[in-house]
């Protein structure tokens, strides 16, 4: 049996503790600055499996030890980014990996350590570079939810493809015994891509869930071929020569001068294309020596072979991957990438979503504006399980990732200047989510404005003044990855703000977590309307939310909201569009895909058409919203058995919802600051974070 057992100090790694099992070494290593978990010291011929690592947990904590707020959404505007590595860390700490010697194997970040319980084990599969650390803008906030492992290929080794596949088939195989109901996530670049393909195809019985980024399916001969060549012949000592020649030496006074200046664009936070690009030449320019010891001559040689041998592998084994996929695609990439055979990856696969990030390039994971956990939640492809469970593996928003959500929708917040009433347990009405109950299970139920225009101000809202997050039940719709019709990356903020696929279940088991759960009773038919519909409810005859709100005590709160007809007019809706023949071609289309959850019902609810409204903006006015007196049904269980008393309550809530509607219709009129100019001078004599007043309540 084949073992590598690491001593007190070799190529740059340093002993801090060990112990041997099986063949297997494991041991804390420090590699010069930062500190990694080896989690399996091996070569490639060794057939013992590694163990898993100890899952850690912690209290979420800031940078600085102290303990996170009770609230971090209250200050989200100021919210700084989730990832805080760039490239410069990546070639920084690439440089103590560099001189590594020995055979693939794997490691853990130490910043990784603080997953949740039963995280799912994932697997990083590096590409061109081997050193594992294509993650490193990652690690952190992936090993909240994961634990990671990342696969070490050293400069010198020369394992092969098929050999690296035995490896990583090894490890699926001891973790899949050790935890047969977890699901394994392999994430793989680049060529780690096409090994992540080979594993799965071996073994279709293991549950496998892959994440790959700019999968290589060919090799651009144009490029390539005149790179192999210009290889070949040149000598061994060329990058040496240019090292001596430019001065790009490790402490050298220009190696120093362009490292400050990339530390000087990161720290002052220079943004946008230009200045990423500018701050990524700085760190390439400084790290030279680096680039040249992870890609000496021969190992680029090297890695084209591995390169072109893992790629004629993954094409041939192709038709027997059945695990789940999703194709991560940058826009530019030409090298590596044939859009023809991601195409028939997307068609062969048997479960595979492709996203495509277009204004990205080959090196996807040290990008700016790519944040893989972002990804992950938007595409509910995150599971602990079998399944993905909308509740139990749901993920909540980050600070940063809220203050997105409100950078996307800042010119509807900010032109509608939304005012939230809300009434006490005394009937008194405030101003303010003061009056809505901040102990769950809580039922919120109201009107749908068109094209649902109310969520984000709503949603939002609720985060930063009470810290509760609402999961509102959405249309099936929103959760199809799948679709010609839109662009799905447009139902991503849907589902990272905790959207739920609608159904009597999903009620049910919100209600029985004690959530705060968002349900509109009209659904599409509210928010697509038709002309001179506006304000008008389209719910069901029968009760349906009543008996299973008084099952778990849930408050029942009714609210309406206005303002639609203050930002836009609708022009063209789904009457008018039916009369043109290509629209009425794509109203069919998109009915169809996204079916219709009242079909049967001859009721105007049963008129679900999916369809996009024709509107005309206007100047905005204002967004008001207004929460009714909580309805208690907590000890009324058996009384709302009956169905008379279960109609009774249900058609209370009804009308609530619309007294709340006709109440701010009433009162905006007398609102001095409805329209925009009011609100403008107010806030540029007062402020513009100050809060805009409003009518007198």
């Known amino acids: 049996m084949a073992v590598t057992l690491l001593g007190s100090s070799i190529f740059g790694l340093s002993r801090i503790s060990s112990s041997s099992r099986e063949g297997v070494h494991n041991a804390d290593l420090c590699y010069s600055k930062r500190k990694y978990r080896l989690t399996e010291i091996k070569s490639v011929a060794s057939s013992t499996t ?28 100021a919210a700084r980014p989730d990832l805080k590595k760039s490239l410069s860390d990546f070639l920084d700490e ?3 990996f560099a001189g590594d010697d020995g055979p693939p194997r794997w490691f853990s970040p130490l910043e990784s350590a603080a997953q949740a319980p039963d995280s799912p084990l994932l697997l990083f599969l590096p590409g061109i570079d081997g050193t594992g650390l ?24 020369r394992t092969p493809a098929k050999d690296l596949v035995k490896l990583i088939e090894r490890t699926i195989k001891s973790e899949n015994n050790r935890f047969p109901n977890r699901p394994i996530y392999i994430v793989g670049d680049s060529i780690g891509s096409c090994l992540a393909l080979d594993v799965a195809a071996r073994n279709p019985n293991i549950d496998l869930v892959l994440i790959l980024a700019n999968p290589a399916t060919h090799v651009n001969n144009f490029l390539s071929q005149p790179l192999s060549g210009m290889l070949n012949i040149l000598p061994d000592g ?29 720290v002052h936070q220079i943004g946008g294309v230009g200045g990423g690009m500018l701050r990524d030449l700085f760190a390439v320019s400084c790290n030279l020596p680096t680039l040249s010891k992870i890609f000496p001559k021969d190992t680029l040689l090297w890695k084209l072979e591995l390169l072109k041998s893992a790629i004629a592998s993954a094409n041939s084994h192709i038709y027997a991957v059945r695990a789940e996929t999703m194709i991560l695609l940058s826009g530019r990439d030409q090298w590596l990438l044939n859009e023809e055979d991601i195409d028939r990856y997307s068609r062969t696969l048997p479960k595979c979503l492709v996203r495509r990030l277009k204004d990205n390039g080959q090196f996807l994971f040290l990008e700016d504006g790519v944040d893989l956990v972002t990804i992950i939640k938007g595409t509910c492809f995150y599971r602990r399980g079998k399944s993905h469970d909308h509740l139990k593996d749901y993920i909540m928003p980050t600070p940063f990732e809220l203050k997105q959500q409100l950078d996307d ?27 809505v109950p901040s102990e769950g299970p809580v039922l919120y139920v109201g009107y749908h404005m068109l094209l649902g225009f109310e969520l984000a101000p709503f949603l939002t809202q609720f985060l930063k003044e009470k810290n509760i997050h609402v999961r509102g039940l959405a249309h099936p719709l929103i959760f199809i990855n799948n679709t010609e019709l839109v662009d799905p990356q447009m139902f991503d903020k849907y589902k990272i703000m905790g959207g739920v696929p609608v159904s009597n279940f999903s009620i049910y088991k919100l209600l029985q977590s004690k959530s705060h759960v968002l349900l509109y009773p009209g659904g599409v038919r509210e928010a697509l309307h038709r002309k001179g519909e506006a304000y008008k409810l389209f719910w069901p005859e029968q009760a349906e939310f009543v008996r299973v709100a008084s099952k778990f005590g849930a408050k029942i709160v009714p609210f309406g909201a206005v303002g639609e007809d203050d930002i836009c007019d609708l022009v063209l809706d789904a009457d008018d569009q039916r009369k043109i023949p290509f629209l009425n071609d794509f109203i069919e289309e998109a009915t169809r895909q996204a079916g219709n959850l009242r079909e049967g019902d001859d009721s105007e609810l049963g008129k679900q058409e999916t369809y996009f409204p024709g509107l005309l903006p206007k100047i905005p006015g204002r967004f008001y919203y207004y929460f009714g007196k909580p309805i208690e049904t907590a000890g009324k269980e058996q009384e709302l058995r009956d169905k008379e008393k279960a109609q009774e309550l249900y058609l209370q809530v009804k009308s609530e919802v619309e007294q709340c509607i006709a109440y701010l219709k009433v009162k905006r009129e007398s609102d001095p600051y409805r329209n925009l100019l009011p609100r403008i001078l107010y806030q540029a004599s007062h402020g513009f974070s100050s809060e805009i007043p409003t009518f007198d309540l």
């Not at 090292?243 to 000087?264: S, Y």
């Not at 200047?417 to 101003?431: A, C, D, F, I, Y």
């Open 94 to 96: 690439a440089r103590d």
């Open 134 to 157: 294509g993650l490193i803008r990652h690690h952190k906030k992936l090993g909240e939810i994961f634990d990671i492992w990342c696969l070490h290929i050293p400069v010198k080794d």
């Open 409 to 435: 929708h800042r010119y509807l917040i900010d032109g509608t200047s939304p005012v939230m009433l809300s009434t006490l347990e005394n009937g008194k009405v405030v101003r303010g989510l003061g009056g």
């Open 50 to 77: 590694p163990p898993g690592g100890n899952r850690i947990q912690r209290k979420n904590k800031d940078e600085d030890g102290a303990t996170v707020a009770k609230s971090p959404y209250w200050k989200v505007e």
């Open 238 to 266: 060329v990058p040496t020569l240019l090292e001596e020649i430019f001065g790009f030496k490790q402490g050298d006074p220009l190696t120093a001068m362009l490292d400050a200046l990339t530390n000087e664009i990161a």
